[in-house]
């Protein structure tokens, strides 16, 4: 490792454990050089128009860089980038733009996305239009750990300790189940703004992964209660795949294989295109 990486990796560290909102997976960044596809993925992010059906609350913005980058060897996504849509800094959409083999030296294009929002939301890119739900993800309040701590530094610690209480498999259309692997670092870091009417004071996304393509999320949020702060989670879909989630060994959250192309629901996954290559820009 030359000194400007170390001196590199060493700053993007540190703003995490600062609790900036911030790319958490630094050595993966670090280590993976963007390419041609990356650069694509990132021209059409920057084309859709995500909107809140409550105009009162502030504008959804795409986050300025992918929060990772990710390869499928098991099944075949062969080059994949995750961005985030966040309002005043907590994320309301994450989307991975991918592609995968479609025969005849063309891949194809997909986009797939879950919303993260309470409320319902409209999205639009050219022909694609996505309308997610209300509560398209459900919260728990975890129950018998350490309140929130006073210092984001030591929330950062508690967030970690708190994601390796859980873990995750997908089952695939044989009834095969595959383990995935949790992430060690957060996908992305939040503090959310003051100007955002919620009672979230910190956040970070963790995810589980096969090789290195995101399958589950695990969303971690502290929050000011009534009767004192309280750690709460919420878990999403980036598969069309049967997926379980456990906590302490015992059952968190499961769903069953999804449909695609699914406009109207909380996930949408949809081919766009089939390229040979990328466009030149």
């Given at each position: 490792m030359s000194p400007e990486h170390a001196r590199r990796l060493l700053l993007c560290c540190l703003m995490v454990?600062?609790?900036?909102?911030?790319?958490?997976?630094?050595?993966e960044r670090e280590t993976k050089a963007e390419s041609v596809w990356h650069k694509y993925f990132r021209k059409q992010a920057a084309e859709y128009r995500i909107v809140s059906t409550d105009e009162k609350l502030p504008p959804v913005k795409l986050?300025?860089?992918?929060?990772?980058?990710?390869t499928q060897p098991v099944r075949g996504g062969e080059d994949g980038a995750v961005f985030l849509w966040t309002r005043a800094g907590?994320?309301?959409?994450?989307?991975?733009?991918?592609?995968?083999?479609?025969?005849?030296?063309?891949?194809?294009?997909?986009?797939?996305?879950?919303?993260?929002?309470?409320?319902?939301?409209?999205?639009?890119?050219?022909?694609?239009?996505?309308?997610?739900?209300?509560?398209?993800?459900?919260?728990?309040?975890?129950?018998?750990?350490?309140?929130?701590?006073?210092t984001a530094e030591?929330?950062?610690?508690?967030?970690?300790?708190?994601?390796?209480?859980?873990?995750?498999?997908?089952?695939?259309?044989?009834?095969?189940?595959?383990?995935?692997?949790?992430?060690?670092?957060?996908?992305?870091?939040?503090?959310?703004?003051?100007v955002t009417p919620s009672d979230v004071f910190d956040g970070a996304i963790f995810g589980f992964v096969q090789g290195t393509d995101l399958e589950v999320v695990l969303m971690l949020e502290a929050v000011h209660t009534p009767a004192g702060d309280v750690w709460r989670c919420a878990t999403a879909r980036m598969s069309d795949l049967a997926l379980v989630v456990r906590r302490g060994g015992k059952p968190f959250w499961e769903v069953g294989k999804s449909e695609?192309?699914?406009?109207?629901g909380a996930y949408y996954c949809t081919t766009v295109e089939e390229l040979a290559k990328p466009p030149a820009e």
């Open positions: 454990v600062a609790g900036s909102a911030t790319v958490g997976n630094c050595a986050a300025k860089d992918p929060v990772m980058f990710w907590r994320p309301v959409v994450i989307a991975t733009f991918f592609i995968w083999p479609a025969g005849k030296g063309v891949q194809a294009v997909a986009h797939e996305f879950h919303s993260l929002a309470e409320e319902p939301l409209d999205a639009r890119r050219n022909k694609q239009h996505w309308t997610p739900p209300a509560g398209a993800v459900k919260y728990q309040t975890l129950t018998g750990v350490e309140a929130p701590a006073a030591r929330r950062l610690l508690q967030l970690k300790q708190l994601s390796r209480t859980f873990d995750a498999k997908s089952i695939d259309a044989q009834m095969k189940d595959t383990e995935l692997r949790l992430l060690p670092r957060p996908v992305y870091r939040y503090e959310p703004e003051a695609v192309d699914k406009p109207a």
